[in-house]
């Protein structure tokens, strides 16, 4: 396989210093050439090459005026020639853009051969894309960094943004696919675009790199920021962000100025971007830059704070090291981030991490559980959680050795795979319409069942794609939509036909055109059910506490449990209002709250008559408490070894087969034992 990204920007090896651009921040310039460098050593793929826009300027570096750098032995950056070559900043790009189109379309033309697939990165990459699609047949995949739709939540509207959200949708509207890095891009910022279709969102994690520095890159930071600071050996409070408003890196200094004892017992080193002086760069990076030293000199945090002008990628990895060496933390103050790079990139160095609880951060933290989230617009929180990691010896250690152990999850090798599969579909015309109808299925959990093991999912993997033609596949998960292909992918497992989410609440079936939710089970569990009225009974329950927002569906509750006894409190109080729904405990703590015709067994027997298979034909797979009912109702179901202790009941009936082996290897194991003792009684029934 052939792919080509755009970039539109064209600073892949040099930041701009006169716009304040810095190569570490936003993360997009590593993000491209890290992705890139990762499926350039994909064995399957053949030429991984990004297209930018040639520009000559000795400021910025004679590289950006060269039409071929060469990467890798199978990856290029190229660069297109529009017919003017003067560095343009963002709000100028658009009006080069058309001739910047018409070239590339042109050196495509002139190819030996066309890339398999497209990867446009921003809306106007996009837009590029989709007029090469248009001209030569090619599919894009679009990724959506930085979406404008909380911005414009935030800001008076203005032609500018209104262009842009226009833009972003056409972007999403015109897509073969569309990849985001967290769970809130995927889960509520795309989804609020006009043109959004949830089947073509498809969630990829970046990689990170490793997070080793040499000595020398160490000495070079700290001579970096000596000059401003007193007592260098301090904790460090470190922030990386360009100086936009935004990014609210304001607001942290008069957090960390105002704490006498913050100041008095930490350092505070903000990277706010590259710049040869106060005046230069954009009106509003100007402003926040003399706000910046404004707060400094107000709070007279000379000596305790610093703020370099210059530096480098090699300052900055240095510098989350130096952070974790001095047991300090990495804060995120941003207003909102649509993702967060530098929290995975904290999170490589072993660096506990504040962060803004808006956006991308609590999707990572709570992923890597390295750290704390803040109200951004709080100082008193802000303080409180610097203080709070500076004083916990116990959290700080925690934060600190859960970074390094799940960082390895977030890795460019995973997302290469991820984003090839995604793109081999797209390329192979996708599923092909409902398959026929098979003779049995397997329908599992993902979490614990098929996953843990990767051996043995690679071993189910294997049988189900041997069997297609007998054996479906399909999946009830708690997981979201989204989160359960994210899974799938990573795991290597087989597309399912049918995937159950968000504990047996939502049915997708896949199809020629993609996934599409089952709208029939869905006006089944609307029949009388009022999320509201379940959210308000059981808001007075101590030790019941909500779960963030994108945990919440239109047709389930979830909550934390401090107790399992919560569970019964629970029943009695819906119970007592009269409240028809279901309450689902799991892992002890995950409370679920679904309508009473909901749950995973419910939408297993709708699968069965959907697809008119007898119940006793599919074979359900299991391991923690939201399984339980899909378990016990089922007529063939398999406990793996590594069930939860919540199952206990569950393991001695008589149609659950409780495996030898763990994880997938334990579901295959199941299989095989079910179907073994189904053929006795089916070549009865011939028989008769």
């Known amino acids: 396989m052939q792919i080509l990204a755009i970039a539109l920007g064209g600073c892949l090896r040099a930041p701009p210093v006169r716009y304040g651009l810095t190569e570490d921040t936003g993360g997009h310039i590593a993000y491209i050439l890290g992705a890139m460098a990762a499926l350039a050593r994909d064995p399957r793929v053949e030429r991984a090459d990004i297209a930018t826009r040639l520009f000559d300027d000795p400021a910025l570096g004679r590289i950006h005026a060269q039409p071929r750098e060469t990467l890798s032995a199978k990856s290029d950056i190229i660069r297109i020639d529009s017919g003017d070559r003067r560095y343009l900043a963002k709000e100028r790009l658009a009006r080069d853009r058309a001739a910047f189109t018409r070239a590339l379309i042109e050196h495509l033309r002139g190819a030996d051969r066309l890339p398999d697939i497209i990867h446009a990165h921003f809306a106007d990459a996009a837009d590029v894309a989709r007029q090469v699609r248009d001209e030569l047949g090619i599919p894009f995949i679009y990724t959506a960094h930085s979406l404008a739709h909380d911005k ?7 032609p500018a943004l209104a262009a842009r959200l226009r833009e972003e949708d056409r972007a999403i509207a015109a897509a073969d696919a569309i990849i985001a890095s967290s769970r809130d891009e995927c889960e509520r910022q795309l989804p609020a675009y006009p043109s959004a279709r949830f089947d073509r969102i498809h969630r990829l994690r970046p990689g990170v790199e490793a997070g080793n520095v040499p000595a020398g890159d160490l000495q070079r930071a700290e001579k970096l920021i000596e000059p401003f600071l007193r007592d260098p050996g301090r904790p460090m409070i470190l922030a990386i962000a360009r100086p936009v408003r935004k990014k609210n890196l304001v607001r942290l200094v008069e957090a960390f100025g105002s704490s006498p004892e913050l100041s008095s017992r930490a350092n505070l080193v903000i990277l706010p971007g590259l710049r040869t002086g106060m005046k230069q760069g954009e009106e509003e990076q100007r402003d926040v830059l003399l706000d910046l030293v404004d707060a400094i000199d107000r709070h007279d945090l000379h000596g305790v704070a610093a703020w370099p002008s210059r530096h480098d990628n090699r300052h900055v990895a240095a510098m989350y090291a130096l952070a974790r060496r001095s047991r300090g933390m990495f804060f995120n103050p941003a207003l909102i981030e649509p993702y967060g790079l530098t929290l995975i990139e904290a999170a490589s160095h072993g660096l506990p991490v504040v962060a803004t609880c808006n956006g991308g951060p609590s999707d990572i933290v709570t ?10 617009l709080d100082p008193a929180d802000m303080q409180q959680a610097m203080l709070r990691m500076l004083d916990d010896e116990v959290l700080w250690q925690r934060c600190s050795s859960n970074a390094l152990t799940n960082i390895g999850g977030m890795n460019w090798t995973d997302y290469a795979n991820g984003f090839l599969s995604i793109a081999q579909d797209i390329a192979a015309g996708a599923a092909s319409e409902r398959m026929p109808r098979p003779a049995r299925m397997l329908i599992s959990d993902i979490d614990n069942t098929l996953t843990g ?20 596949f399909g999946v009830a998960t708690g997981r979201s939509f989204v989160e359960a292909r994210r899974l799938l992918r990573e795991w290597d497992m087989p597309v399912p036909r049918v995937l159950i989410a968000s504990v047996g609440s939502e049915i997708y079936w896949r199809t020629k055109r993609g996934f599409v939710l089952d709208r029939d089970y869905a006006a089944a569990l609307d029949d009388g059910w009022n999320a509201q009225a379940v959210l308000a009974a059981l808001a007075d329950i101590p030790g019941l506490v909500p779960q963030a927002a994108i945990e919440q569906r239109r047709f389930k509750c979830s909550f934390f449990a401090d107790d399992p006894g919560v569970l019964a409190k629970v029943r009695s109080r819906l119970d007592a209002l009269g409240i028809e729904a279901k309450a689902i405990l799991s892992h002890d703590r995950l409370l679920d709250i679904l309508p009473a015709r909901a749950g995973k067994h419910a939408a297993l027997a709708h699968v069965a008559a959907a697809l008119g298979l007898p119940q006793g034909s599919i074979v359900a797979a299991g391991d923690s408490g939201n399984d339980v009912d899909m ?6 179901a398999v406990l793996v070894a590594n069930h939860h202790e919540e199952l206990r009941g569950v393991a001695g009936l008589t149609h659950v087969y409780t495996s030898r082996r763990s994880h997938a290897a334990g579901v295959l194991e199941g299989l095989l034992w079910h179907e ?6 089916e070549a009865a029934d011939v028989a008769a």
């Open 152 to 158: 414009a939540q935030m800001m008076e509207s203005s």
């Open 453 to 472: 093991c990767r051996t043995g999912a690679r071993r189910l993997s294997a049988f189900l794609s041997r069997k297609r033609a007998q054996v479906g």
């Open 367 to 376: 992923e890597l559980e390295h750290g704390l989230l803040v109200n951004p």
């Open 631 to 636: 378990l016990a109702g089922s007529e063939r």
């Open 676 to 681: 073994r003792r189904s053929r006795p009684r």
